[in-house]
């Protein structure tokens, strides 16, 4: 991650994977009923409350009310969230959420919405929180689903976390150290993200962290692992590719972000990123070692000019 001393681009919480990470379903005898419709908390941005949350919609239930208010049906308890921020209301082609004119917007999957009806799988963004959508004739499969690709899957961003990148850098570095396979490893933050926070806000910040993720993972090809490290921080392991290989992906990648026009609430956003490219050598054994290697080269990245490749 981007070094302590540079204010602009450390995320400051270093206990930020840690907490988001840990995911509590609740027990048994606490869920609704299995034929319920229901909502998952699937991401807060500071990884506090209720993650893995299941609140059920039950047949009896013709509206929830989500805000910061205690007077809410769901509370959530975060700055960004409006006092009476939205509500879900049962119509009869189903449950829609509505927007109560709140100060940062209710966004389904991704898209502003004053109203919209909600369809299986859709993901309702309340300010820092982020809720699932659950509906069918096998609730209980689809809720255990949501909850395992919580345990692998950054909410926000839909990357890989940093769990599974350690679990896959590992077996990876296994077969390195075993048959001498080529393996690389490319880390990279995103320039100046403290200054979009601030200039643009949260929101804003989320926006960007959301399209940077999409852009990159729409090169990924299936044996590569892209994954958020934390904060601004991303990761992209590559097996079977050496150093010119990754150097060349790490370019396009760079290009690619460079290159788009980043747009949130008809602000235009300048963003680039810097990255550090490490291949495995005989002399690197863990992953620690591997990732403070690429690291490494993303802080000489940033310390050259930032928006650059150095290996």
Same mark, same amino acid.
Do not use: C
């Given at each position: 991650m981007a070094p302590p001393d540079d204010p602009q681009d450390h995320d400051s919480d270093p206990n930020w994977q840690a907490r988001t990470q840990v995911i509590r379903p609740l027990d048994r005898a606490e869920r609704p009923p299995g034929g319920s419709d229901c909502l998952v908390v699937i991401y807060t941005r500071?990884?506090?409350? $209720? =993650?893995?949350?299941?609140?059920? =919609?039950?047949?009896?239930? @013709?509206?929830?009310? *989500?805000?910061?208010? $205690?007077?809410?049906? *769901?509370?959530?308890?975060?700055?960004?969230?409006?006092?009476?921020? &939205?509500?879900?209301?049962?119509?009869p082609d189903g449950w829609w959420v509505i927007d109560k004119n709140s100060t940062n917007g209710t966004y389904v999957n991704d898209e502003f919405r004053r109203e919209s009806i909600l369809n299986n799988g859709d993901r309702i963004k309340i300010g820092d929180v982020i809720l699932k959508y659950l509906t069918g004739t096998d609730l209980e499969a689809e809720f255990m689903t949501t909850i395992s690709q919580m345990v692998v899957t950054d909410g926000l961003t839909q990357a890989h976390n940093k769990r599974h990148l350690v679990e896959r850098l590992g077996s990876y570095l296994a077969l390195s150290l075993r048959h001498g396979r080529p393996l690389a490893l490319i880390m990279f933050d995103i320039d100046h993200f403290k200054k979009v926070n601030d200039t643009y806000g949260h929101l804003a910040g989320d926006h960007v962290?959301?399209?940077? &993720?999409?852009?990159?993972? +729409?090169?990924?090809? /299936?044996?590569?692992?892209?994954?958020?490290?934390?904060?601004?921080?991303? +990761?992209? =392991? *590559?097996?079977? #590719?050496?150093?010119?290989?990754?150097? @060349?992906?790490?370019?396009?990648?760079? /290009?690619?972000? +460079?290159?788009?026009?980043? @747009?949130?609430?008809?602000?235009? %956003?300048?963003? #680039? %990123? !810097?990255?550090?490219? &490490? /291949?495995? #050598? !005989?002399? %690197?054994?863990? @992953?620690?070692e591997f990732i403070r290697a690429a690291d490494a080269k993303l802080y000489q990245a940033k310390r050259e000019g930032r928006n650059r490749v150095v290996a």
């Open positions: 500071d990884g506090r409350g $209720p =993650l893995g949350r299941r609140i059920g =919609l039950d047949e009896s239930m @013709t509206e929830l009310s *989500l805000g910061r208010d $205690p007077s809410n049906g *769901l509370v959530l308890d975060f700055e960004s969230v409006s006092r009476h921020h &939205a509500r879900l209301e049962r119509k962290l959301k399209e940077v &993720a999409g852009l990159v993972r +729409a090169r990924v090809r /299936q044996d590569e692992v892209f994954a958020r490290y934390g904060g601004e921080e991303f +990761a992209l =392991l *590559l097996p079977e #590719t050496d150093l010119r290989g990754a150097m @060349t992906v790490a370019s396009d990648v760079r /290009q690619l972000v +460079a290159g788009n026009i980043f @747009t949130f609430e008809n602000h235009k %956003i300048p963003v #680039t %990123i !810097s990255l550090g490219v &490490a /291949q495995w #050598t !005989s002399m %690197i054994r863990t @992953t620690e």
